[in-house]
């Protein structure tokens, strides 16, 4: 059997920053203004006040220090607090589109190859522009891509499952060279106005080509894929085409990113280390045997009781690269970033990519620096 790689990867990052110190400045205006209009409320005690923010309290929360995104200024504008862009006619490249196709030229120049060697294209992220045509098909369109392509969701761990199906269709022989795209656009769903959420999210778009019997120069062989989901309304994001006919009337917030944090930290943790730790076991492999941990980046408390889990208490940082600081939580990409800046194996050794979160869905993938 032909041996399957990341041959390839590629970021696009938004030309945006906003540090907590600036969402804070927002977001407590935003608090002020919405205690002033409702002052009388608040005093007979039919609503509660909002709470201010700090900085000091969302890198004790999170370890996140800033983030990138697609637009600042009404951003943090406490009148608006979402980001603003121009709406685009239909035959213009979707927004998606354009940042996926700059993630993927990286990704292929990063592999040594051009779009014509590429025979399929997957864009998998939390979030998707639109429900059809698919954005990846839009992609494959704008570079010149024969064969196939499609969309798929599978919230925090998209961008792995997008990887693991590309490995799969290599295995298959239905592609030989596949890229797979996350346009993670997450301050589109992200909730700005609530004091436990407002920091969480970062944009950003990546980009990973998976091939067979690949020439790249730094190229990891995919040893095995382990996949796991189960259902949980502790992250949730109801927004859908079938709001416009449910008889109801939502509220802003009721189509945004919730979670209940407490609740997936005890959950999830326990289940993505016993996840981390069978897949060794079916490989014949001791957590030490694995050099780096490429984790999912949405909070460094839950990374360091994974790798505390799997290692121990005295672990050196670069075993598990941490990236949420300066990008926050970029729902799939996170774990790729992390991945795409921070590999530094020698030939021979191995390590993991893991994504987790909303589903719950868990992807693993072994690696190994060939």
């Not at 589109?97 to 294209?121: F, Q, R």
């Not at 589109?188 to 778009?205: L, M």
């Not at 894929?225 to 927004?239: A, E, G, M, V």
């Amino acid at each position: 059997m032909n041996d399957i790689y990341i041959s390839g990867t590629g970021i696009w990052t938004p030309p945006y920053k906003v540090s907590n110190d600036e969402l804070v400045e927002s977001f407590n205006k935003y608090v002020d203004l919405y205690n002033l209009e409702h002052a009388n409320e608040i005093k007979d005690g039919s609503i509660e006040p909002l709470v201010h923010s700090s900085s000091e309290f969302i890198v004790k929360a999170s370890g996140i220090k800033n983030r990138y995104v697609i637009e600042k200024e009404a951003l943090l504008d406490p009148n608006r607090m979402k980001p603003q862009i121009n709406a685009r006619n239909d035959d213009e490249l979707s927004f998606s589109a354009e940042v996926s196709v700059i993630a993927a030229k990286e990704a292929l120049n990063n592999a040594g190859l051009n779009p014509s060697d590429i025979d399929a294209v997957i864009v998998s992220a939390a979030n998707l522009q639109r429900a059809y045509p698919a954005i990846a098909i839009e992609v494959q369109n704008e570079l010149g891509i024969e064969g196939f392509a499609y969309d798929m969701m599978v919230g925090c761990s998209a961008s792995t499952f997008g990887i693991n199906n590309a490995y799969c269709d290599i295995k298959s022989g239905k592609s030989s060279k596949v890229l797979v795209i996350s346009p993670e656009i997450t301050s589109g769903h992200n909730n700005f106005k609530n004091r436990d959420g407002h920091f969480i999210f970062g944009d950003i778009c990546t980009a990973v080509v998976v091939e067979k019997n690949s020439q790249s120069k730094n190229k990891f062989k995919i040893l095995n894929t382990k996949l796991k989901t189960s259902f949980s309304n502790n992250i949730r994001n109801n927004y859908g085409y079938m709001n416009a006919i449910e008889d109801k009337e939502y509220s802003e917030s009721e189509l945004l990113f919730v979670q209940n944090g407490r609740k997936v930290f005890k959950e999830v943790m326990p289940f993505v280390s016993s996840l981390i730790l069978e897949q060794l076991n079916e490989n014949s492999l001791s957590p030490e045997d694995i050099e780096q941990y490429w984790l999912h980046q949405a909070n460094i408390n839950m990374n360091a009781f994974v790798i505390k889990k799997l290692l121990g208490d005295n672990f050196p940082p670069e075993r598990a690269p941490i990236i949420l600081d300066e990008y926050a939580n970029t729902s799939s990409a996170g774990s790729i970033i992390a991945f795409h800046k921070h590999n530094h194996l020698t030939n021979g050794q191995r390590g993991i990519i893991c994504s987790f979160g909303a589903g719950y869905s868990i992807c693993s993938i072994l690696l190994e620096k060939a």
